[in-house]
């Protein structure tokens, strides 16, 4: 299988003869500044369109942006049979097309799913040069609320699936377009609906979702990931009650001291390290990348996870941390109910993260054990149904691998395992592979904007994630014995 492997040295000497306002280069072939090629002005014209339909979870319309999308589709040929437009309330219509392939093999479609639901935003919240809702270039670029996430990969995917049909290429298996609504916070779930009621529609042998993407460090690729696991939410209540009583009479026994010792204890408290197939790749790979200390301490503990003093470096990193256990933290708290009266019910939530090895039973007992309170109730609030990880697999692993060694040279593919969660959830319950991987490059210092002010992507960065999507979907959609 030969592919051209560009060598870092070799993109060094291409970065430094075009290097622009937005850093380095690192596939001129793809992108070049000023000069968009007829494909990555669809996307641009794509992107754009939907940024500046206001898709955020109250104030905005979700239906809006579906339908502009299913216009592009109509507009491009094709047919009604294979657009579908729906959802649980009118403005919260998801939008599902399929593009054919022969389908020898019978493999199951290839899902791209992208919500297009946004986080608020408020132009005051923003930089004046910026307006939420409208599309803005400016030093190498883009700005706008969902110019990350997940706008980017849904016109990515409209663009590149029309970019198919204009050059009349046939896939071996179905490729199917899902944009869908109320990932961000939203009653509507997109894709669980999807699942629910149409499941035949997006029902797939593999999908690509958000969630992954690669990482830049002096503007140049350092490594790209693909997200095949996420902890599990669960929330749990902490409660407390007592016969009250009069504050000028106090006893020792009381719901808002009981529930402060039980919280101090929680707080304390550090639930057991463990290493998943995914995390164990995660960390031997992300080693080499970083600092000598914590490169030799993700390795020693990667050798031996019960090397408590390379836990403990590891876990100064917060962003490393929890990926090493279970976590559990206070977020809300509530008692009492008069300043002269003592409290008849103190309550709090307790936010945990959960291993996707653990159960939220289990969570509930330790907790309840570290607590050693009989007095103190801990009740499973709400719960999320558990989803296995993605499969580690060489169907997915190496064509991301083949991708990303032919656009960003020969860094490594990390596998991650998510401290959030995503839609990849109600996928994965189903059976359906799904990964979180875009090929779309940012610098965590500087570009980790999302839900956040002045949100932006990097002008190259989203073309070659273009780029990257369009070849990553074709290897997985042509029959692999065909792919040189
Ligand atoms: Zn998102």
Redesign the pocket.
Known sequence: MPFPIRSHSALVGVVLATASLSGAQTSPRVYTPGQLTPTQQLARDVFKELIEINTSVTTGNVTAGAVAMEKRFRAAGFPDSDIFIGGPRADKYNLVVRYHGKNPGGRKPVLLLA?IDVVEALKADWSPEFDPFKFTEKDGYYYARGIA??KAMASIFVANLLRMKQEGYVPDRDIIVALTAD??SGAFNGVDWLVQNHKDLIDAGIGLN?GGGGTLRDGKPLFNTIQLAQKITTNYTLQVTNRGGHSSVPRKDNAITSLADALSKVGRYEFPVQLSDVTREFFSKTAPSETPEMGRAMKALVANPKDKAAAAVVAGDEKYSSMLRTTCVATMLSGGHATNALPQLAEANINCRIYPTDSPEYVRSTLAAVIKDTTVKVLIKSQRPPSPPAKLSPEIMQPVGRVTKELFGDIPVIPTMSTGA?DSRFLLAIGIQSYGVSGLFSDPKTDAR?HGRDERIRMQSYYDGQEFLYRLTKLLATNPAAVP
């Open positions: 919500h996430d997940d990932e961000e958000e995503n999302a």
